[in-house]
């Protein structure tokens, strides 16, 4: 099985949601108003991405708004295109979401146990079988992360659930020289059309696998609503104040 280590990310799926401390309330409070000001509904969950026009600066909050907590990531794939505010080129901030989304794939993460089998690296053990494989001209790559072997240009999104259960968590990896090595997205990224699933009997876990491409895939000056949080404390304390909340 290959060697796994982590970059800069919490490796105990139990611990996907932030502690809400005193800046985070303030933040939820800020978040809630403006929120409440433009019609944008405050149940459920809220993927919420601010933007500093034309930089490529921004910040992006995962949020359960009827717990008030923050969240890592939502660990689902958005089923709708994400909403925006108005956009123009004289604006100096830029913002869009997706809200009213299920908050039970968050609160099932904080449910998982501290006894995940082997939770540091993607997969549980090394008895996968593949989930009704079907060819891809990415096979070759998945081959690779599944092994452990050399080195891949490309970054991987895994899902981990309990097999025909609830999900457990998602996690990104990338593959270097045989080692798996956990990351946590700087910027958004872009999944290619490539996908495998697999199945552990022996631990009755179910993995999906989805080949991504990291970087700046997007226009800088136009960022999309993404899954994951990225925090920032001057932006966005700037874009609240932008907006008199």
Partial sequence: MAEVKAENESLDPSLNKLSLEENDASTFEKLAFFCEQRNIPTTGALAFTMSRNRTGEYAS??????????????????HQNFKEGPVSEDQEFLYCYQCDLDPRPLREINATPASEPNEL??????KLEPYRPCRTQNDACFE?????????????EVKRQVDNGPLIGTAHFQLENG??????PTSPIQKVHSFKNYKCRVHNRFFG??????????NEHHVRCVAFSKRSAELEDAFFAHYNV
């Fill in 121 to 126: 690296d993607a997969f549980c053990c090394s």
């Fill in 209 to 218: 696998v989805d080949l991504c491409r990291s970087g700046s895939v997007y």
């Fill in 144 to 156: 690779q992360f599944v092994r452990g072997n050399g080195t891949a240009n490309m970054l991987f």
């Fill in 61 to 78: 909050l995962v949020v359960d708004m009827e717990k008030r907590t923050f969240h890592e990531l939502y660990p689902k794939q958005f």
């Fill in 179 to 184: 080692v798996r090595i956990r990351v946590k």
